[in-house]
């Protein structure tokens, strides 16, 4: 989009599968551009309403738009749209864009698609791809056991093969020599990729990776040989649920939202691990009543993994919002299972209505535009 400036807005695509933590390295990202006097707007995407990623960002007071009910691939023109109201909100010179994270192919489908038929509004950054080391290393079949059946995991190795900047995120969390293998790894089946290790969530060695989506504009070709049935049928095996649920009365007795959140999202995974499936990702914010900035967010990202609390309510409070994300490769029916079980594991002492919820899998994608080569670009 032209802004005010008169200059093109760089539209900037974080992709990753469920959990990689794409969502905090967008908000680095935003606070990095921001600190650099540009203007940035945000958009996120899930097949559902009620995002916990767009609460997030809202509370960093960020310019922020959701789209829901598919991925920017089947709902371009909603991200069209979506980019002209933040161009009458703040003309933003960045817009982030935040992916589905079960979704590929986004280059053929969202990133070519803009450049030639939105030349004129946009500049395309490269398309990053955020991953989680201990998954990566699973798929890879570097280290670990468990995980996807084939065709979840035949969409995640496509996000790798279009990708032209692999970001290893969590770096903090594992081993120097795990780091290495991964590397290894994923130069070996990824080599026209460029490789940026750090982490987004205590922010060390991103800079150069924000560097290239400021001044590198993409290069990327589409993936040859998408099977969209396999592509489909991965998809078709995760199960999701968004819900909002509304804890404790108004006026009542206080108590800690920290602590209870995290108690929820460990009842939650402890419930879906006895059904024996595996978590792609879930995650929680939990709001003061009436105060939708004031909040507490925490999130675990595979079945074997605990909750971490990354934004923390700083006093106690007597009623909340509570939003749950939950993603992960089981019948929805199991997911909304575990999430009334940990509701009704808080008893009496704190009283929980359930204000909305959705669980589904997630339809065939069926693409607005599917563009492939080289032609019309600049």
Known sequence: MTTSSGHTARYVMIGGFLGAGKTTSMLRAAAWFTSRGLRVGLVTNDQAGGLVDTA???????????????????????????????????????????????????VATVSLPLERIYGDRFTVAPLSVVVDPLRAMRVLGIGGVGGFSANVTYIYRKQLEEAEIIVINKCDLVSEAQRAALRTGLAAEFPGARLIEGSARDGTGLDPWFEALLADSSAAT???????????????????????????????????GNARLVDILASIRAAVERSGHEIAHLKATLSVEGDAFELAAANLVRTDAGPELSHRLADPLDAGRLLINLRAEADPAVLESALRSALDALGDELPAEIVHCEHFRPGRPVPTHRLTGLAGRA
Do not use: M, Q
């Open 222 to 256: 589409a993936i040859d040989d998408i099977d969209y049935d396999r592509y489909a049928d991965g998809e078709s095996l995760l199960g999701w649920l968004n819900a909002e649920v509304r804890l404790g009365v108004p006026g009542g007795v206080e108590w800690d």
């Open 56 to 106: 997030l960002a809202r509370a960093h007071n960020l310019a922020v738009e959701e789209i829901a009910g598919g991925c920017f691939c089947c709902r371009f023109t909603s991200l069209v749209e979506a980019a002209s109201r933040l161009e009458k909100e703040s003309a933003p010179e960045i817009l982030l864009a935040e992916p589905v994270g079960s979704c590929t192919d986004l």
